[in-house]
């Protein structure tokens, strides 16, 4: 059975950093890509960054030059870096592990992220 856990939200203010993490358990051969996507109230979910197995790496335009994707294979890892942190950020966070078509996929239960004064 696959599990993810997420660590690492929680509530900071404007112009902030946070770390999050998020650890897979179960899984049994190399995963083509990690990443994270998030939802805030009232909105669609939408993916915020993405890595590859090839470390190719993809951002949401919001969210370039902010934050930061990256993996650790050896722990079926992946981590986002979220600095200059703005209250626009605000959503639950999921982390997302998948194959190169979505012939599997497997979800974390989703941390807050809270950005505010």
């Known amino acids: 059975q696959v599990q993810l856990v997420e660590s690492g939200g929680g509530l900071v203010q404007p112009g902030g950093s946070l770390r999050l993490s998020c650890e897979a358990s179960?899984?049994?051969?190399?995963?083509?890509?990690m990443g994270w996507y998030r939802q805030a109230p009232g909105k669609q979910r939408e993916l915020v960054a993405r890595i590859t197995s090839v470390d190719t790496r993809h951002y949401a335009d919001s969210v370039k030059g902010r934050f930061t994707v990256s993996r650790d294979n050896a722990k079926n890892t992946v981590y986002l870096q979220m600095n200059s942190l703005k209250p626009e950020d605000t959503a639950v966070y999921y982390c997302?592990?998948?194959?190169?078509?979505?012939?599997?996929?497997?979800w974390g239960q989703g941390t807050q992220v809270t950005v505010s004064s």
């Open positions: 179960g899984l049994l051969s190399s995963i083509y890509a």
């Open positions: 997302n592990m998948r194959g190169a078509n979505w012939e599997y996929a497997y």
